[in-house]
Nanobody, 126 residues
Framework: QVQLVESGGGLVQPGGSLTLSCVFSGYRPDYYAIGWFRQAPGKEREGVSCISPTDSKQYYADSVKGRFTISRNNAEKTVRLQMNRLKPEDTAVYFC???????????????????WGQGTPVTVAS
């Protein structure tokens, strides 16, 4: 059974950095498009970033472009989200998710993705 486990969230000051990690357990991570969502209290879930299964093409929401970098290492079964120049509006619970279908830019699929992590909270505050 495929599972995703996130780590790396925490409290950081505005302008600071955090790196989130998502560890894949199961068979063939290179079959899955994996990425990150976030949800702040009272707000809708937002797709943050996605990385393609084998050629590591990266995709970002406009709100994080130029500040966040997604990467993956299929041998280590890990996807990371490097978050720089964090802003208070980046405060949210961040979820890792994956699917063997291509899902970036297709929000109709998001509620039905094959696997989700449990989430890790990120708070940006002074």
């Amino acid at each position: 059974q495929v599972q995703l486990v996130e780590s790396g969230g925490g409290l950081v000051q505005p302008g600071g950095s955090l790196t989130l990690s998502c560890v894949f357990s199961g068979y063939r991570p290179d079959y899955y498009a994996i990425g990150w969502f976030r949800q702040a209290p009272g707000k809708e879930r937002e797709g943050v970033s996605c990385i393609s299964p084998t050629d590591s093409k990266q995709y970002y929401a406009d709100s994080v472009k130029g500040r966040f970098t997604i990467s993956r290492n299929n041998a280590e079964k890990t996807v990371r989200l490097q978050m720089n120049r964090l802003k208070p509006e980046d405060t949210a619970v961040y979820f890792c998710a994956g699917d063997r279908r291509w899902w970036w830019g297709r929000p109709g699929l998001w509620s039905d993705l094959e696997v989700w992590g449990q989430g890790t909270p990120v708070t940006v505050a002074s």
